[in-house]
């Protein structure tokens, strides 16, 4: 009878485990993206007769939708998850191709569905969210080990959709595939010397692809423009204006920022796509190199959770969705705080929670709920 109820306890404990610091973590993130694409917007909108609470209310309207999504998703159990992964990710390849029918062009892609003159939802994004549950699902179903047959497989799985996104093209999002595949790849199992093979032909297919002029100049040139931040080249001078303000905007920050409201750069509009692709400038302008740090530290601590998880998964399928989660999450974060620093290339990636952006930001929270659903199950 002891024993008994010894191992119901058990259960039921491992079962009701649940990574609230994780959880506030998130939560603390998408409130301080909410205040931050505020401060850098609402001068702007005031200037041009605007609502200068018009960002504000979306954006929070959309981190609220994704607490709640976040909530719900982390009250499923990991292992049913596998139920809707086939048919989320054929959805995907269907919203994928759609795009080039009934999607909105802006600034040379094709990425959107715009509902009315107030929602914009981009596909691309919730298809990484769909491949890594697919690819999860598909490695978690080969208790025995993947084949070569299975490997193949798998990197079709990722193929279609990457060749959708760079068609559109998103190569920031496509560039974040390749690293979740490999990334999961590894974790799933595939030998070391398969994986090298594969950056061996993937670097080969890159080196093709400029020497055949496959990509376009000023997609090259968004990658290239971070190795010549001095060049006078007029295709690179408007990022390489972009970077140089960025750089500056965090520099005039100093140690304890201007404050909220009163950075010259941010008021004064120097920082094109402030509010989304470079929100990093407006947090160093604003809270400097302390505040900056402070918030560094807490995207670090959400991702570092978010492996922790993983790494104490008890199964498959729920180790593979973290490390699909962490590398989206980390990478994002590398990324576009590197861009504005002019240490990577301008490729576009969101920062986590942080840049504006509805269909990002419930992308973020619905990964994180995944990851929560997880550690359920972890005990940790």
Not at 147 to 153: E, F, N, Q
Not at 244 to 253: F, R, Y
Not at 285 to 304: C, D, H, K, N, R
């Amino acid at each position: 009878m002891t024993d008994t109820l010894a191992a119901f306890t058990t259960r039921v404990r491992t079962r009701d485990s649940f990574d609230a610091s994780l959880f506030f973590g998130m939560i603390a993130l998408g409130v301080t993206g909410v205040i931050m694409i505020y401060s850098a917007t609402r001068q702007a909108l005031v200037n041009g007769g605007y609502n200068p609470h018009y960002y504000l209310e979306r954006q929070g309207l959309f981190v609220l939708l994704g607490i709640v999504a976040m909530y719900i998703v982390s009250r499923i159990d990991s292992r049913r998850f596998e139920i809707a992964a086939t048919p989320l990710y054929i959805f995907s390849l269907l919203a994928l191709a759609g795009v080039f029918v009934v999607g909105q062009s802006a600034l040379g892609a094709q990425r959107w569905y715009s509902f009315g003159s107030i929602i914009q939802i981009q596909p691309s994004e919730f298809t990484v969210l769909f491949l890594i549950l697919a690819i999860a699902t598909f490695c978690a179903r080969r208790t025995e080990g993947l084949t070569m047959k299975d490997v193949m497989r798998l990197l079709m799985m990722a193929v279609v959709p990457l060749a959708l996104i760079v068609k559109q093209p998103d190569l920031g999002t496509a560039i974040i595939i390749v690293m979740i595949t490999a990334a999961m790849m590894v974790v799933a199992g595939v030998p070391p010397r398969f994986m090298s093979l594969l950056a061996v032909l993937g670097s080969l297919g890159l080196a093709a692809a400029l020497y055949l002029d496959l990509l376009q100049k000023y997609q090259v040139d968004r990658f290239t423009s971070f190795l010549n931040q001095n060049s006078t080249n007029q295709s690179l001078a408007a990022l390489v204006y972009e970077v140089k303000n960025a750089k500056s905007t965090i520099g005039s920050g100093g140690v304890h920022g201007v404050g909220f409201f009163h950075g010259l750069s941010t008021v004064l509009g120097y920082v094109p796509e402030q509010r989304t692709d470079f929100i990093f400038t407006a947090i160093g302008e604003q809270l400097g190199f302390i505040g900056s740090t402070l918030i560094i530290a807490l995207l670090a601590f959400v991702a570092f959770r978010m492996f922790m998880i993983g790494r104490n998964a008890k199964d498959t399928m729920g180790r593979l969705i973290c490390i699909g989660v962490f590398i989206l999450f980390a990478f994002s974060c590398f990324e576009n705080i590197g861009m504005t620093m002019g240490i990577m290339p301008v490729t576009g990636i969101p920062l986590p929670l942080l840049s504006y952006g509805g269909s990002a930001a419930l992308v973020f929270f619905v990964a994180g709920g995944m990851v929560l659903s997880v550690s359920r199950r972890v005990g940790n």
